[in-house]
T-cell receptor
Framework: RKEVEQDPGPFNVPEGATVAFNCTYS??????FFWYRQDCRKEPKLLMS???SGNEDGRFTAQLNRASQYISLLIRDSKLSDSATYLC?????????????FGSGTKLNVKP | DTGVSQDPRHKITKRGQNVTFRCDPI?????LYWYRQTLGQGPEFLTY????????KSRLLSDRFSAERPKGSFSTLEIQRTEQGDSAMYLC????????????????FGNGTRLTVT
């Protein structure tokens, strides 16, 4: 079983739509959670960290459900520039053992 | 620019040749990671350094792959006797150690080195 699983999509949505992605992780000992954005043939860039209480950054809202072991990302009022692949990342860090596990990504296409 | 720097950006090599990539992390970051990414997949963990110590190496990594971080600053990743299956984007990332916290700082990625083995 993969450490992190995501729906690969693609999600095709019109401009202005609200879209949500989910991600599940397998290890309950996971400590830190992130969403990254990756444009085609570019490196991943941090979109936002995900905190237990949930957090918002402009049009983006991230939620963490530890009991069900899933993370979500909500994008409101989608823009054409939001078209990208969104990677869910889970970190297990205990002392010197510190690894980041990536999902395969969810592709978002925002259409005019 | 004080971000993570990788060199070269692109490398085309013939099967059987050796290649070496370099990564310069953000200067105050103790942790350095190498990942490999192929089309349609998320980054796959290769190896991880904390300062100069290589703390973990993926069992997916064959003996043809070796990485070093001799002075705890820049790192190199060498692939010997390259194979066509090694064609991928090789990503380096760094992060600081956060002490006294229950969460970890995210990774900061370089632009990557795109390897094509012909």
């Amino acid at each position: 079983r993969k450490e992190v699983e995501q729906d690969p999509g693609p999600f095709n949505v019109p401009e202005g739509a609200t879209v949500a992605f989910n991600c599940t992780y397998s290890n309950s000992a996971s400590q830190s959670f992130f969403w990254y954005r990756q444009d085609c043939r570019k490196e991943p860039k941090l979109l936002m960290s995900v905190y237990s209480s949930g957090n918002e950054d402009g049009r983006f809202t991230a939620q963490l459900n530890r009991a069900s072991q899933y993370i979500s990302l909500l994008i409101r009022d989608s823009k054409l520039s939001d078209s990208a692949t969104y990677l869910c990342v889970v970190n297990k860090g205990v002392g010197n053992f510190n690894k980041f596990y990536f999902g395969s990504g969810t592709k978002l296409n925002v259409k005019p | 620019d004080t971000g993570v720097s990788q060199d070269p950006r692109h490398k085309i090599t013939k099967r059987g040749q050796n290649v070496t990539f370099r990564c310069d992390p953000i200067s105050e970051h103790n942790r350095l990671y190498w990942y490999r990414q192929t089309l349609g997949q998320g980054p796959e963990f290769l190896t991880y350094f904390q300062n100069e110590a290589q703390l973990e190496k993926s069992r997916l990594l064959s003996d043809r792959f070796s990485a070093e971080r001799p002075k705890g600053s820049f790192s190199t990743l060498e692939i010997q006797r390259t194979e066509q299956g090694d064609s991928a984007m090789y990503l380096c990332a760094s992060s600081p150690i956060m002490t006294g916290l229950t969460y970890n700082s995210p990774l900061h990625f370089g632009n990557g080195t795109r390897l094509t083995v012909t």
